[in-house]
């Protein structure tokens, strides 16, 4: 047999002023209830205002609620509801202008995708060479160790990894996929 989780409202009982148990329910459950609602907006000001919203909307049916095993999901299920009230109500404003909003790229400004672009073609071309030119270069360029600290670590001498690297940056400089993005 189940337990409703809400009974009527009209029910004939007066609210009192004070729900010791809604006091101790929030300072147990709130951290909980707060990345929740963090969950389901973009600003950690609005998840506070989202939780205080439907913590609000809680304390106001307390006395409804006689299943108190079920509370998170009542919070879960007003922060939703609130959330998708709050999303439906915003307000879009449109202008009519006569030139687009975006600025003009600047020249000489690095463009994002090319930039994306150019990277993911080096993380390609670096996964081209032998596992041991790979290591060398990721260490000293992506890491930024020195060539000491590079010997240190592959357990090489310096002079190995000058020339390994050396012969890694010839095979990255040739490399015809790179050519291609490169202006």
Request: aromatic share 6%; proline share 6%; hydrophobic share 35%.
């Given at each position: 047999?189940t337990?409703?989780?809400?009974?009527?409202a009209?029910?004939?009982?007066?609210?009192?002023?004070?729900?010791?148990?809604?006091?101790?329910y929030?300072?147990?459950?709130?951290?909980?209830?707060?990345r929740?609602?963090?969950?389901?907006?973009?600003?950690?000001?609005?998840?506070?205002?989202?939780?205080?919203?439907?913590?609000?909307?809680?304390?106001?049916?307390?006395?409804?609620?006689?299943?108190?095993?079920?509370?998170?999901?009542?919070?879960?299920?007003?922060?939703?509801?609130?959330?998708?009230?709050?999303?439906?109500?915003?307000k879009?404003?449109?202008f009519?202008?006569?030139?687009?909003?975006?600025p003009?790229?600047?020249?000489?400004?690095?463009?994002?995708?090319?930039?994306?672009?150019?990277?993911?073609?080096?993380?390609?071309?670096?996964?081209?060479?032998?596992?041991?030119?790979?290591a060398?270069?990721?260490?000293?360029?992506?890491?930024?160790?020195?060539?000491?600290?590079?010997?240190?670590?592959?357990?090489?001498?310096?002079?190995?990894?000058?020339?390994?690297?050396?012969?890694?940056?010839?095979?990255?400089?040739?490399?015809?996929?790179?050519?291609?993005?490169?202006?």
């Amino acid at each position: 047999m189940t337990t409703p989780v809400c009974t009527s409202a009209s029910n004939g009982r007066t609210r009192p002023t004070s729900y010791p148990s809604f006091t101790s329910y929030v300072r147990a459950r709130q951290p909980v209830l707060l990345r929740t609602a963090r969950s389901l907006t973009a600003n950690p000001s609005d998840a506070e205002d989202l939780l205080q919203t439907a913590l609000t909307k809680t304390y106001v049916a307390w006395e409804r609620i006689e299943d108190h095993r079920a509370l998170d999901g009542y919070v879960r299920r007003a922060l939703v509801n609130t959330r998708t009230s709050q999303w439906r109500k915003r307000k879009v404003d449109e202008f009519v202008c006569d030139e687009p909003p975006e600025p003009e790229p600047q020249a000489g400004a690095d463009d994002p995708a090319e930039r994306q672009a150019l990277r993911d073609a080096m993380w390609r071309a670096i996964m081209k060479l032998p596992a041991r030119q790979r290591a060398m270069v990721v260490l000293r360029y992506y890491e930024d160790l020195s060539e000491a600290q590079t010997a240190e670590v592959l357990g090489v001498s310096v002079g190995t990894v000058k020339s390994a690297v050396s012969r890694a940056l010839g095979k990255l400089r040739e490399d015809s996929e790179l050519g291609l993005v490169r202006r």
